[in-house]
């Protein structure tokens, strides 16, 4: 087989010689900033956490940029298409409140305790046990979703540019290493900034071009109707009052504790990869103002992300026949469905945008998953070097030796993800892989440290035990519902017509129920931790220093007061 056959396979589009030359400055503009940034990331707290010397409009931006990879751009452009406007609550309730909350709640703590990760900060209150099952767990997660970001970015090119799918990982997965490699978290939040920009300025153009040919929002509602044969896809709430009544087959009750607080709560306030940016900011206010600004931001995502998978509902044609071109679930894809859901974004990409528009496109799109990829890695990489190997096999490392190993495990974890990014193939949807995964070890994690910080009475066995209990629970249940049949799903979700976004987020919140009953369990009935010991790590027993806010529009809780006025009235105008 020649290398342009193993490059090429069948084509949608063509790229115009400008397109080429934006994808390629992307890729050398990335790699050069990697390399600019190299001789000032000699130290691990350099490399790691960036120096700490983020200010919060660059450490909010990088917070929620972290978050723009295949979760955000394909995966829920798919899942719109697939659910209707209900997969809009991943970015409102399931992501608003929790994201003020870790400003002005948890950031404290996180920051002023001084860890470099969030099993850090479970070392500190449970123990080296806690600290162990939190940074394996999360270690095989981010590998996990950085083979998700892996391959999006490959079905990218497939779809667009007809690039085999191997070679496209690779090509994103070396590119990625070598930056982050080069300038750990300082060089990835470098790029998640310029990637944002990047999303914005080219994803921005779908839903302007697709809304002026549907004739404006009304008009698409009304053939989405036609099209699907029902209302429920352009509704927010409505809905929600029975699991036959909405195309995900979800009760309120999924949306509003499964989503809109475990894993909502669990994701934004504990997951180490978006902590991690927050974490870089270089005084306590600006740690506070971080997830702030990210939330303010997050609330207009849809418009980007949601809208174009409501457009495919509705406009998306084959150029041949004319017909609505039906997507999928990607182990359903065959000859006379030959799209799946997954594809929403980039169909939509070559549908409205010529040259030198497409380039912009689809370097907005790689953008966004390299953003994705480079998150999980230079997340696994401080885990891997200060949680377990720094923690559990070289204690006594110089500082030197512990930046060159984080170094290495960017290489090894990208290698890794490499191989799980092939895992990505058999699911039907992405957004119900990814939400799979956080069922598994996001949902009772935030369980241990929303304890650990509120409950001055749980014990170090308590958060150990509860902490694995709420972990294998949640991988017995999804074994369970996948094996058991529609008896088992019933158990778990509630009802035989819940579909897998629905079970997994009933599941979530079983899972940290389980992990809550455990914990405060063991902690009644072993010996409470002095409280002597608890400073800095427990409300109560803490001193929270002063952000030096002095006038009211300094204060985060201010600017927080008025994201969650405009959340509010997001979710009535779209009831």
Not at 48 to 72: C, D, H, K
Request: with cysteine.
């Amino acid at each position: 087989m020649t290398a342009l056959a193993i490059l090429l396979t069948t084509q949608l589009t063509h790229l115009a010689p400008i397109d080429i030359l934006i994808l390629v400055l992307y890729f050398v503009v990335v790699l050069f900033i990697g390399f600019y940034v190299k001789g000032s990331t000699r130290t691990s707290e350099e490399f790691f956490l960036a120096g700490r010397e983020m200010t919060a409009w660059i450490a909010g931006l990088s917070f929620v940029s972290a978050n723009l990879g295949s979760l955000e751009l394909m995966g829920w452009a798919g899942a719109a298409y697939q659910y209707g406007m209900l997969a809009t609550h991943w970015y409102w309730i399931g992501a608003i409140p929790a994201m003020l909350f870790l400003g002005i709640v948890m950031m404290p703590f996180y920051y002023i305790s001084k860890t470099h990760s969030v099993p850090g900060y479970l070392q500190l209150r449970f123990g080296e046990g806690a600290r162990g099952v939190s940074a394996v767990s999360f270690a095989f997660m981010t590998i996990l979703m950085s083979g998700v970001n892996m391959y999006s970015m490959a079905l990218v090119m497939k779809v667009v540019l007809g690039w085999n799918i191997s070679f496209s990982i690779w090509i994103g997965a070396v590119t990625v290493a070598i930056y982050v490699m080069l300038g750990g978290l300082r060089s990835a939040i470098i790029n998640e900034v310029l990637q944002f920009v990047l999303i914005w300025a080219g994803a921005a153009l779908i839903p302007i071009l697709g809304l002026w040919e549907a004739g404006g929002w009304t008009k698409l509602k009304a053939q989405i109707a036609v099209n699907v044969g029902s209302n429920d896809y352009t509704h927010l709430w409505t809905t929600l009052g029975s699991f036959k009544d909405n195309p995900m087959g979800v009760h309120w009750t999924g949306i509003v504790f499964g989503l809109g607080f475990v894993i909502s709560f669990g994701y934004w306030t504990t997951d180490f990869l978006v902590v991690q940016r927050v974490l870089s900011a270089n005084n306590l206010r600006a740690a506070k103002m971080a997830p702030v600004i990210g939330a303010a931001f997050k609330m207009a995502v849809p418009f980007i992300v949601i809208v174009p998978g409501l457009l495919a509902l509705a406009v998306l044609r084959d150029p041949h026949t004319h017909q609505i071109i039906r997507l999928v679930g990607e182990n359903q894809v065959d000859a006379a469905h030959p799209y799946s859901y997954n594809e929403v974004l980039p169909l939509m990409l070559i549908r409205y945008c010529g040259p030198g528009l497409l380039g912009l496109g689809i370097t907005a799109l790689i953008a966004g998953f390299m953003s994705g990829m480079a998150g999980n890695v230079s997340a696994f990489s401080t885990v891997w070097t200060y949680d377990l190997y720094g923690a559990f096999f070289n204690k006594k490392a110089s500082d030197k030796h512990y930046v060159s190993m984080g170094r290495w495990s960017t290489v090894v974890g990208m290698i890794a993800s490499i191989g799980t990014a092939y895992l990505v193939m058999h699911a039907a949807s992405i957004m119900d892989y990814v939400q799979a995964l956080f069922s598994f070890f996001i949902a009772p994690l935030f369980g241990t440290v929303i304890l650990g910080m509120l409950w001055k009475r749980a014990t170090r066995s308590g958060g150990f035990w509860g902490l694995l209990a709420g972990t294998v629970s949640s991988i017995a249940m999804w074994l369970y519902t996948t094996y058991g049949g529609q008896q088992a799903l019933a158990h778990i979700a509630l009802s035989l017509d819940a579909k897998p976004m629905a079970e997994n987020l009933y599941r979530a919140f079983w899972s940290w129920l389980i992990c809550v009953v455990v914990t405060v369990s063991v902690s009644l009935v072993t010996r409470p931790v002095p409280e002597a010991q608890l400073a800095g790590l427990v409300y109560g027993a803490t001193t929270i220093p002063d952000d030096g806010a002095r006038s009211l529009w300094q204060k985060p809780i201010f600017w927080a007061a008025i994201v969650i006025t405009i959340f509010f009235l997001l979710n009535i105008i779209f009831f």
